[in-house]
């Protein structure tokens, strides 16, 4: 199981290079490449640092290949050089056969000489010890397939979180067969910064099993005896959805555009155990009728409903304060199943709101032209918001309010370029 590791920045004391290290676990091989545009980071820092991306030769193969294992190659053709001084790679190897694991560690040794001597890729391999995991063995001791598949998941899971959990402050976790879209470490850094004084116990940047799933470094050895808890009947994907319940987070945090994808199926056995995913595929926003109002500065007749409009239209405001909405206000109350918010202009992505976030409101309120109570969705992240909206479990409640609110002056222009909204259910479409 590959997974994509970020350093704290700036980091106090950075240690030995040792703490770059970090272990995969036994999967199929797989590849995340990453690229960065230079404005989409500070540049006084490095927008991840170090990033680890992990990939393992698939079960029983002896001598992996360019062809078959391309290893960092993708990664290189998908980075600047920059970024590729800060990328560790990380192979797990977990094969019983002493002759074959010799074998592949030549193999990787040849072909990525020069990635291994700049610490670029690093070989690691483990396993539990002690007892077996509680439940982890049927009476008569003999599992079934699926339950031998989700035992050894949840060990290899279970071992990669346990060495990870000092490495760094967040810990990403892909999936098999999984690819990246481009820009995705930046994409990820800057959600996590705004998310940084935010409660939340994972973040989740894909709407697959395992892609794309964000925690804090610090909860890695919770959810790793999580894991081990369970009887190995239990799917790994369960319980990861399962964990956040445990420390107060009711529904998930879901962007709404992924930025992970699955590249093929799982195949023989496998398939049988594990389902494939299907990703989320939505049509266009279907905006359902509603008022928008604000306190902001109303300029000449560049009205407020332009920013919920479906066209080409978008509301201007200048200097807002922090405190300063713009709040639409639903006609019927709603199950609305994703929210984006645009703001600041399309192309050079001047005039975006610079702190903000983006609340849902329950109990509308007829006179006062709002709602009773606010959550939070999610903060704005380079001017935008694209998040999946989720109810807890058998609510009942539909949203009446989707409130849009500024958390820092700013001395310049506000672009509120579009709100977009979704009602209706999405397509599945499985992929590859």
Same mark, same amino acid.
């Given at each position: 199981?590959? *997974? ?45 640092? +170090? ?6 030769? /698939? ?55 020069? @990635? ?16 077996? +995991? ?8 003999? +599992? ?18 346990? *060495? ?19 820009? *995705? ?13 935010? /409660? ?20 890695? +050895? ?9 009887? #190995?009947?239990?799917?790994? @994907? ?16 879901? *962007? ?5 994808? @699955? ?14 995913? #299907?990703? #989320? ?43 300063? @909405? ?6 019927? /109350? ?99």
């Amino acid at each position: 199981m590959p *997974f994509l590791d970020f350093d704290k920045m700036p980091r106090a004391d950075p240690g030995p290079r040792s703490g770059r290290r970090c272990l995969c676990r036994r999967k199929r091989r797989k590849y995340c490449g990453n690229s960065t545009n230079s404005k989409s980071a500070p540049k006084s820092r490095a927008v991840c640092r +170090p990033s680890r991306i992990c990939r393992r030769p /698939p079960r029983g193969s002896s001598a992996p290949s360019t062809s078959s294992w391309p290893g960092p190659l993708p990664t290189k053709r998908a980075s600047s050089g920059p970024e590729l001084d800060r990328v560790v790679m990380l192979v797990s190897l977990s094969d019983s056969d002493p002759e074959r694991l010799s074998q592949t560690v030549a193999n990787i040794s040849a072909l990525f000489r020069t @990635h291994i001597e700049a610490r670029q890729l690093l070989v690691v391999r483990g396993q539990l010890s002690g007892p077996p +995991p509680p439940g982890t063995l049927r009476p008569e001791g003999r +599992p079934s397939p699926c339950e031998a598949l989700f035992s050894a998941q949840k060990a290899d899971h279970a071992l990669l979180m346990n *060495f990870a959990a000092n490495l760094s402050e967040y810990f990403l976790m892909l999936d098999d067969r999984v690819r990246c879209m481009p820009k *995705f470490i930046s994409s990820i850094y800057w959600t996590l910064s705004a998310w940084k004084e935010l /409660p939340w116990v994972t973040l989740e940047f894909s709407s697959l099993s395992f892609a794309g799933k964000v925690f804090r470094s610090s909860d890695l +050895p919770r959810l790793a005896s999580f894991l081990l808890v369970f009887p #190995k009947d239990t799917p790994t @994907h369960l319980l990861l959805s399962e964990f956040p319940l445990l420390l107060a987070q009711n529904t998930p945090i879901r *962007f709404g555009s992924s930025i992970f994808y @699955h590249v093929s199926n799982r195949s023989g056995p496998e398939s049988a155990c594990f389902p494939a995913d #299907k990703e #989320k595929v939505f049509g266009e926003p279907d905006n359902p009728t509603a008022s928008v109002r604000t306190d902001m500065v109303v300029l000449s007749t560049n009205i407020p409903q332009y920013a919920y409009t479906l066209n080409q239209e978008s509301f201007a405001t200048l200097s807002p304060v922090r405190g300063n @909405h713009l709040t639409v206000i639903l006609e019927e /109350p709603q199950k609305v199943i994703r929210i984006e918010v645009l703001t600041g202009s399309d192309k050079e992505s001047k005039y975006q709101l610079q702190r903000g976030r983006v609340e849902l409101g329950f109990g509308p309120l007829e006179d006062l032209g709002g709602c009773a109570r606010y959550t939070l969705l999610g903060p704005v992240v380079e001017g935008r918001l694209d998040q999946m909206v989720s109810y807890e479990e058998d609510s009942l409640e539909a949203l009446g309010c989707i409130r849009l609110l500024v958390l820092e002056a700013q001395e310049s222009w506000l672009l509120i370029r579009q709100i977009k909204v979704w009602t209706t259910e999405y397509d599945e479409e499985e992929e590859g």
